[in-house]
Structures are given as structure tokens and as C-alpha cells.
């Protein structure tokens, strides 16, 4: 059973793949051919301008949470792991990571702001000569 399957994957995952935007694209062009005219007066599309519309919308507002890979977005699996290890370093650790990070993302959480530390150290920055001629 196993070989059979193993033998027919290159067949079948393209089928199936090529039903599946199929089956989606119908739907998208059902629902704009039943709501879109009425609702905003819009034509109505043909089946490819639906998978050309649901393919675009794909691209541009990604393909879902994700999860699967590692630093692509959904990190279900990371999130879980590092939890684990914030869970169990010690306050001193977890405030020196806390640091680091915010260090490596130029305190993102700031958004506010302005450009994060950058933004706020900006007024106390002097230069060498500056330094010198208050005595610092």
C-alpha cells in the first residue's frame, strides 16, 4: 500500500492541488457573481478572473497563520520552547535577555516613539569634544 501511494504522489498531489484552487476559485466567483453586483454595482467575473483574484489575495495577504517553519510567522512550536526556557531562568536572566532583546529590536514594542533608543538617547548624545569641554 505504501509503494502505491509513494508511486502515485507525483499524480496525485498535483490533482489534488489543481482541484482544490478549482473548487476555491468557483467559490469566489459565486459569491462576487451573487453579492458584488448588488451590493456595489460591479460586473460580474469569469472563473479564471476569480483564481486570478483569489491568487492575488494569497500573495499580497500571506497564506495563514503558518506554524510550519521555523521564523515564518504562525512559530507555534518556537513560542512553546522558549516559553519553556523563560519559564525557567532566573529573574537576573530573564532581565538580561529581556535587555538583549530589546537591544536587537530597537525597542519595537515603542512604536510611539519614534525610533526607539535612538529616538530617546538622541538629546543626551554629545560628542567627544562636548564631552571633554564639560569635564564628563
Known amino acids: 500500500m505504501r509503494k502505491v501511494f509513494y508511486r502515485g504522489r507525483f499524480i496525485f498531489i498535483p490533482l489534488a492541488v489543481a482541484a482544490f484552487l478549482s473548487l476555491i476559485s468557483f467559490v469566489v466567483m459565486q459569491l462576487w457573481n451573487n453579492l458584488l453586483p448588488d451590493i456595489l454595482h460591479l460586473g460580474t467575473i469569469t472563473f479564471w478572473q476569480a483564481m486570478g483574484i483569489f491568487i492575488l489575495c494569497k500573495l499580497l495577504f500571506g ?38 532583546m530589546r537591544d536587537r529590536m530597537c525597542n519595537w514594542n515603542d512604536r510611539g516613539q519614534g525610533f526607539g533608543k535612538f529616538d530617546r538617547d538622541w538629546n543626551d548624545f554629545k560628542t567627544e569634544g562636548e564631552a571633554k569641554a564639560s569635564g564628563e
Open 63 to 100: 497564506f495563514g497563520k503558518g506554524g510550519g517553519r521555523p521564523g515564518w510567522g504562525g512559530g507555534g512550536f518556537m513560542r512553546a520552547r522558549m516559553a519553556e526556557r523563560f519559564k525557567n531562568m532566573s529573574p537576573e536572566q530573564q532581565e538580561k535577555f529581556k535587555a538583549k
